[in-house]
């Protein structure tokens, strides 16, 4: 006797399941996504909604805790002008050096940007938190590689591409899927010396909001000093942003000539409930 | 199994999962609430229902979880199908296997069940992740961190899921007769005898 037809259909899924399993990534592009939106379209209300009650339950990790407001937002307007300082003296060092050269072309430095409010609505689920999904897109005029920031320069992660017109997702940078980082290890200065110059650092997503480098051994980084993003590989408004600060500094085993540096951020992404995008100045909000 | 039942349901577990349950977590470990609502299917409905109930399950939570392609500058986030599918069938069909030596009207029971489906389903994925990782993937679908490290997170995540699912596995019992289970009728209730000629 044959099997009833619902055991062949899911003798079928199973099957389906096992072959999409085993399909290389390019396979997806180009539908899935569509396919992930429509079967989520009916939760997005209710996962909104949700949001807000667990931003009430649990207070987010705010850069400034326990603070008045006005207090709060003139710190984080401090932060963000130092992001700006940082930025600036980032890009005056690269053009001296380009000054000494002047071996190539390269197109002028356009760093226009204007913040755009976001609140994370979802988070993957099932897996250990990595990416989340904020309330803006592509309608608001936000971008694949915009950077993400909390607290005026505190970087957070890189969008995504693959979001909707209005949702987008987040990468944080602890997760190793943002790739490797290229930042600046800022060692700290007494008062009214000269800042010493920032030692470069190629830093590797750890998990757990800690990203690891190396580094020449004679580099004088300590403890607490800040690590400033410095990639060409992202966008003009996320060079200067605080990527975290130096845990640790110690020894490599393997090479004790290089010296290796935790790099713990200043934020947790798994606690973050509102966010600012810096979208690109000309990017306006879509009618 | 009444789906119209099973697919809001697990619509509300996901919605959970994504947002309020975060509030739980500790240290990054967060509690799930659809591993308890799988076991709880899959230990009263029938076989088919609960492995069609894991695929729609796992597809749910595919479309959740996109994968990462770290081709270009910026990431590209891709939904991948089937791992989760594949990791909710491994997780339905560990309680499946267990059922039969299971006193199923328990609240302890339907926790202990959930913690087994969400750590057949980890162990399941990370697996399906890693073989992946060796030629599909620039990054393996887990995230930070060692295919180890992932299956550990995962099992202390499973085991406060166990935790948390007491609660609402009473409700759940509560609900019992709602959802018109295979194995769950009268036939089965406590002090019937199976096959016993009425």
């Known amino acids: 006797m044959p099997p009833p037809l619902s055991h062949r259909l899911l003798s079928g899924a199973v099957v389906g399941a096992v072959l999409l399993s085993a399909l290389p990534q390019r396979s997806f592009v180009g539908w899935s996504g569509a396919v992930a939106t429509a079967m989520w379209a009916p939760l997005w209300p209710i996962t909104s909604l949700l949001a807000i009650v667990r931003d009430r339950v649990r207070a987010p990790d705010e850069p400034h805790p326990g603070l008045p407001g006005a207090l709060r937002q003139s710190l984080e307007d401090r932060d963000r002008v130092q992001g700006e300082l940082d930025a600036a003296r980032l890009r005056v060092r690269q053009l001296e050096a380009e000054l000494g050269e002047i071996a190539a072309y390269r197109p002028a430095h356009d760093a226009g940007w204007r913040p755009l409010a976001a609140t994370v609505v979802a988070r993957s689920a099932g897996r250990p938190p990595g990416l989340f999904a904020i309330d803006a897109g592509s309608d608001q005029g936000v971008q694949p590689g915009d950077p993400v920031v909390v607290g005026g320069n505190r970087l957070l992660g890189i969008v995504a591409a693959g979001g909707a017109g209005d949702r987008s997702l987040v990468v944080p940078l602890d997760d190793r899927r943002a790739g490797r980082i290229d930042a600046i290890a800022q060692p700290s200065a007494p008062a009214g010396a000269p800042i010493p110059a920032g030692v470069f650092v190629q830093l590797v997503p750890a998990g757990n909001g800690r990203l690891v480098g190396e580094l020449e051994s004679e580099a004088t980084v300590r403890p607490g000093d800040p690590v400033l993003l410095s990639d060409a590989a992202w966008k003009p408004s996320a060079q200067g942003m605080r990527v975290g600060v130096v845990e640790r500094v110690g020894k490599l085993d393997a090479n004790p000539l290089r010296t290796r540096i935790d790099v713990r951020m200043e934020t947790e992404p798994a606690r973050v409930g509102r966010v600012i995008v810096k979208v690109a100045a000309g990017q306006g909000a879509r009618p | ?198």
Do not use: K
């Open chain 2, 1 to 198: 199994m009444r789906w119209w039942i099973f697919a809001p349901a697990m619509a509300l577990a996901l919605s959970l999962d994504m947002t309020v349950m975060q509030v739980l977590s500790i240290n990054g470990c967060a509690p799930r609430l659809w591993p308890t609502l799988l076991a709880f299917v899959a230990m009263y409905a029938s076989r088919a229902s609960a492995l069609g109930a894991a695929l729609v399950t796992g597809l749910w939570l595919d479309a959740a979880h996109p994968a990462l392609a770290a081709t270009g500058v910026v990431p590209v986030a891709v939904p991948v199908f089937g791992p989760h599918a594949l990791s909710c069938l491994a997780g339905a069909w560990a309680i499946l296997e267990l059922r039969v030596i299971l006193y199923r009207r328990n609240t302890f029971t339907v926790a202990l069940a959930a913690g087994t489906c969400a750590a057949a389903s980890a162990v399941a994925f990370v697996a399906v992740a890693g073989l992946r990782a060796a030629y599909a993937d620039p990054a393996p679908m887990w995230g930070a961190g060692s295919g180890a490290a992932a299956i550990g997170a995962d099992l202390l995540s499973a085991l406060y899921t166990a935790l948390v699912a007491l609660l609402p596995a009473r409700w759940l019992h509560a609900s019992l007769g709602a959802w018109d289970f295979a194995t769950a009728g009268p036939r089965f209730a406590p002090g019937a005898r199976v096959g016993r000629d009425p």
